[in-house]
């Protein structure tokens, strides 16, 4: 019991510290909407805590028959990228590097790992419609999330759900074909 209780207080206190929800107009999605002229590709962001070395944050940057960010609990946000419950449109490469940027931030003190594999069109759009669907992630919940679409996509099923940013970078890392950078 006492453990059930102490995991409710958990779960309360991350979902407190979400964001609020952001549900933008169709219409400023629709003027957004950006097709990246690269391959179809899926790249997973996960930003490490220089001090502790512990993952902070997950995210998905899918790049279909458009490009989004589906940033589960994230806090980033751009004029020009409206958001519709923790997907981003819109992600030009000037937004693209906007969201490095402020996911390496000195306040931060943290770097990004950007893990990219290039998939299929029929994937890269499968995964695009299940980010649009998944609906907001209260906080402390990314991971989980993150890695749950990632295991949704056909060859990508050895992924398992996790609570930990680093867990999921180090189970996508070992599949064949992903190129991992640091961006500090």
Known sequence: MRSWILAACAFL????????SVFAPGDAVASASFRYDGPNRLTLFTMVSNQTGYGSHSALMINGEERVIFDPAGTFSSDLAPEQHDVLFGITPQVAAQYTAYHTRADFDSH???QSIDISAEMANALLRAAKAHGEVPGGLCARSTSSLIA??????NIQQTWFPLKVSEQFGAIAGVTTRRIN
């Open 112 to 114: 990004l790992l950007v």
């Open 13 to 20: 206190a991350f979902s407190a510290c979400s964001p609020p």
């Open 152 to 157: 949704s996509l056909p060859g990508f099923e």
